[in-house]
């Protein structure tokens, strides 16, 4: 009676135990020995083993407890084999009263590890899919039998066991999940932050890597012209050798899937006899598994993203999901960079065509817009200008004198000097235009610099008379260079001056015609022979 007593007390702490598991930051391993002892000790046996059934039909020996544990810790059995196998693949308990004698004793297991019970119970593990593992006491003590009361306990432990292993194998696959989906959202507005095409190739690189939790990401592209696909970038420790791979469509694993535009999971290379061992021996690097994506944009492939040796595990078939996601990233990134660069290419031809139509009007400016923006340029090598100031003074200075458009013939290829009237015609090519420009919406950034290149930081300019800093750097900038430009050149009424003595002019007039910073960057680039003239 008092044995009984202090059962149901040890049954109900091992109750107590398993309902206290919370499901974060779970030791899974640490959480199953505890249960382990407790099982055993509360049926009164001896020994006992915890298999999990794994996905390829082995029975793990996960935890297990008794004389002999050292020697089964991590072994695996076939899910055909011996007793826990008939358990695992009928769903039911077993009893072996004598197991040296039992029929579905699988006595090679029990030479090779040394150990044969007296006697055992085991019962099965079951979830919602269906069986999970099989658990198992050994040897009940003081050479008593398994009773029906004991096949009851564990039956109950099963069954919690079982759901705490399933509730955990949920949880840690949700942590997972989110844990991805959110590297993967963060990833995609990494990757749409930019509209540069190498930087999103490197960053997409470096994405996988982590994203995958891989050793190497890749980023092959397909080069149409020659039917080929080569390593734009590769990082990792052999990130530079991998760089100078090309490979034929159709050749190698990425050759594959870029020929058939569908995603690879490849678990051992060495099995695969599409695996192109040759990139292996150039930069000394083991393949081991590996998952390919194709990088599509309106289903034709642009290129292949592989992710290589799985830092922990072996790749799976929810990394293909995952990785086709991002993939689709990439390929989104990639499109749009490579549209914008398109019709940043189309808008600069147009604006060239347009300047050089006006040109044509005006016979003795010849070459004047080019020689503008080049100047410019070189200008602003000593300015610190960012990347988008400086594309706008590009832009300002193609289109500088568009509004010269307006202008009438008379007035714009008079061989002569500008009468009063004539010169205030002339003047009026900056307001029109920064007019024209006013009715193209993406354009209305460029207003500001053509619209003031004849300002003066003094006020003496025109069309408005700003003064100093009012006057946008860019505008500032082409003035110098128009000036420059306008001193240089021979017209049929005068002779150009020589390039010294327009720099010389330009000193002088800093910071009254022209902005000081400006002229003085000006100068700079004149000494280092980047404008005409200088050196
Ligand atoms: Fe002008
Ligand atoms: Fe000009």
Redesign the pocket.
Known sequence: MKKSFRLIETELAIYREIDSITLEAVDIKAMLDRIMDMVIKTIDADAGTLYRLDDNGELVFEVVKGPVADRLRGEKMNVCDGIAGWIARTGMPYVANEVVNDPIWNKEFGSKTKYVPQDMLGVPLKAKKGIIGVIEVLNKKEGQPFEKRDLAILSALALRIATILEKTRLFLELERSVKQFTTLAEVGTLLNSTLDQKVIRKRAMEAITFLMNAEVGSLLLVDDENRELYFEVALGDKGDKVKEIRLKIGEGIAGWVAEHGEPLLIKDVSKDPRFYKSADQKTEFITRDMVCVPVKVKDKVIGVLQAINRLEGIFADDDIKLFQLFSNQVAIALDNARLYEEIRETFFAVAEALAEAIEKRDPYTGGHTKRVVHYSLAAAKYLNLTPKELEFLKLSAIL??IG?IGVDDSVLRKPGKLDDNEAELMKM??MMGADIMRHVKQLNDLIPGMKY??ERPDGKGYPDGLKDGEIPVIARIISVA?TYDAMTSTRPYRKGLPHQTAIDEIKKYAGTQFDRDVALAFVKAFEQGEIGGGL
Do not use: E, L
């Open positions: 500088h004198d010269k090519h900056p290149h004849h128009d």
